[in-house]
């Protein structure tokens, strides 16, 4: 499936996957980060339950300490 | 085109959460621009450390932050309304201290404060501009500072450099970003003004 990630497009050979599933492919290795799907914003309890399907427009954000 | 400039942002209100390194520098940079109306919120006092980056001066140290830049703020423009909040964000308060900015500004120390500012107020009010900054450490490195664009959230900052003992917060790195920060809450406030011109 393509997914739009993070304004770029992105190829997966399922045809779904879990938030986690993602995270964990892509490497993304942050703790603090901010997830939304189509728009929506996703929590982290629901990482594992929510499935990005063909399509699906995901934003990963992952934010630093500093300031 | 200054004058119509001063009109537009007279009547704008930004809210700033947190005033370190980014805060601080971000607030005197938007007063400066002109903006009518900051909302500054910090529970922290002025420390010596905070000397090397944030908009604080000597003879503040133990003072409250809020109150500290306030009058900062007021020796160079005295016609500002500035709106010191000495209070401690979370969850339960964020929606009513910035329910009526234009713009919140985050800039927290923290990532999770961070990320709980930003969850909040895309669930409480989707709408609203945000403008983070996230990743501004050490020294160096101008090219891979920049501001991404998703919906109505902007994050500046080099998205990379996390704040540690090897890779401390400096005024340069910290400013620039502070500024980017200013820089973009122009843009999103005065983006009529360049369509009107064009028409």
């Not at chain 2, 450390?49 to 500290?68: M, S």
């Not at chain 2, 998205?159 to 200013?182: K, T, Y």
Request: proline share 2%.
């Amino acid at each position: 499936m393509k997914i739009t990630l993070n304004n770029r497009e992105e190829s997966f050979d399922n045809d779904t996957i879990t938030v986690a599933d993602l995270l964990k492919e892509k490497n993304f290795t942050f703790k603090m980060l901010v997830i939304k799907i189509n728009g929506k914003l996703i929590k982290k309890e629901f990482y594992s339950s929510t499935l990005i399907n063909e399509n699906d427009n995901v934003l990963v954000l992952h934010l630093i300490s500093g300031g | 085109m200054l004058e119509k400039i001063y009109k537009i942002l007279k009547d704008k209100t930004v809210g700033i959460a947190g005033i370190g390194g980014l805060g601080s520098n971000c607030a005197v940079s938007l007063a400066r621009s002109g903006i009518g109306n900051i909302i500054i919120v910090d529970f922290d006092v002025v420390d010596k450390t905070n000397l090397n980056r944030q908009y604080f001066f000597y003879n503040q140290i133990g003072e409250k932050k809020v109150f500290a830049l306030k009058k900062n703020i007021k020796k160079f423009n005295p016609e500002i309304n500035v709106q010191a909040l000495d209070v401690k964000l979370n969850k339960l308060n964020i929606v009513e201290i910035f329910k009526n900015c234009d713009i919140i500004v985050e800039a927290f120390d923290n990532a999770e404060m961070k990320q709980m500012l930003i969850e909040t107020v895309l669930l409480a009010m989707p709408e609203k501009y945000i403008v983070s900054g996230s990743g501004i450490a050490g020294w160096g490195r101008n090219n891979i500072i920049k501001t991404i664009q998703y919906d109505n959230l902007f994050i500046c900052g080099d998205g990379v450099s996390e704040v540690s003992e090897s890779l401390p917060a400096l005024c340069p790195r910290v400013a620039v970003v502070a500024n980017m920060q200013a820089n973009q809450v122009l843009e999103i406030l005065l983006e009529n003004l360049l369509h009107n011109e064009e028409k």
